[in-house]
C-alpha cells in the first residue's frame, strides 16, 4: 500500500516551454503532497507543500510563478515548470503520505529527470 | 524541525554489517524517525520508522536510545546493491513536511 506515482520519468524540453509533472497517490487520499528538487550528488531541496484545495506553501527562495503547483484533487498534484531554462534542469521528485504513524512513513514517486536544452 | 546529522559517507565490504548513526539532538515529542534509502535516479525509498527502543523488520534494525537524540540504523550482511544513500530524518507523520539532510553515502565492495 502506499504507492505514489510520478510521470513522465524523464523529459527534454526546450528553453523557453514549460513542462508538467504530475504526482498520483493511487491507493490512498493525500490532502498533503510535497515537491522536491535535487541536483546531481546532492541532497533533496523541498521546494513546496502542495495542499489539496487551496494555494501551495514554497520554500524561501522558491519562485512560485516559476513553479506551479496544482493540488485540484485529492489523489493528483501536478508542478509545472514555466518558461523552463538550461538551471532548471534537475531531478523532481514529489512525495505524500496516507497520515499514518505505523511504520510507513511518507512515500515517494520515482522522480521526474528534466533537462532543458 | 529537527535537523539531522549524519556521516557523508561509509565504506563496506559485502557480508559484513554497517550501523550509519543520525543524531538528532533537537526531536520533538511527537516526532518519528525515519530512514529512506535511494538509489541514482530514483525516488528514496523508505526503511524503516521507529519512535524509541528497537524496531526490526525484513531489512534493517533501527535503535533509539532512550532520549531519542540519535538513533542508529543497522543493515546485516550488506550486498553490493545495499550501495546508495541513506538519509536520516525526524517528524510527525501526516503532513509535516521533510528536510533532508546530507545523507550518508555507503559504498559495498566485494
Known amino acids: 500500500g502506499a504507492v505514489v506515482s510520478q510521470h513522465p520519468s524523464w523529459v527534454i524540453c526546450k528553453s523557453g516551454t514549460s513542462v508538467k509533472i504530475e504526482c498520483r497517490s493511487l491507493?490512498?487520499?493525500?490532502?498533503?503532497m510535497f515537491w522536491y528538487r535535487q541536483f546531481p550528488k546532492q541532497s533533496l531541496m523541498l521546494m513546496a507543500t502542495s495542499n489539496e484545495g487551496s494555494k501551495a506553501t514554497y520554500e524561501q527562495g522558491v519562485e512560485k510563478d516559476k513553479f506551479l503547483i496544482n493540488h485540484a484533487s485529492l489523489t493528483l498534484s501536478t508542478l509545472t515548470v514555466t518558461s523552463a531554462h538550461p538551471e532548471d534542469s534537475s531531478f523532481y521528485i514529489c512525495?505524500?503520505?496516507?497520515?499514518?504513524?505505523?511504520?510507513?512513513?511518507?512515500?515517494f514517486g520515482s522522480g521526474t529527470r528534466l533537462t532543458v536544452v | 524541525l529537527a535537523k539531522t546529522t549524519q556521516p557523508i559517507s561509509m565504506d563496506s565490504y559485502e557480508g559484513q554489517e554497517v550501523n550509519i548513526t543520525c543524531s538528532h539532538n533537537?526531536?520533538?515529542?511527537?516526532?518519528?524517525i525515519t530512514w529512506y534509502q535511494q538509489f541514482p535516479s530514483q525516488g528514496p525509498r523508505f526503511i524503516i520508522q521507529?519512535?524509541?527502543t528497537k524496531v526490526t523488520n525484513e531489512v534493517a534494525s533501527l535503535f533509539i536510545p532512550a532520549d531519542r537524540k540519535s538513533s542508529t540504523l543497522s543493515l546485516p550482511r550488506v550486498s553490493l546493491s545495499d550501495t546508495a544513500v541513506y538519509y536520516c530524518l525526524v517528524g510527525a507523520a501526516g503532513f509535516q513536511k521533510l528536510v533532508f539532510g546530507t545523507g550518508t553515502r555507503l559504498l559495498v565492495s566485494p
Open positions: 533537537n526531536i520533538a515529542t511527537n516526532d518519528y
Open positions: 512525495s505524500a503520505s496516507p497520515g499514518r504513524q505505523d511504520g510507513y512513513g511518507y512515500t
Open positions: 521507529g519512535y524509541k
Open positions: 491507493d490512498f487520499q493525500a490532502t498533503t
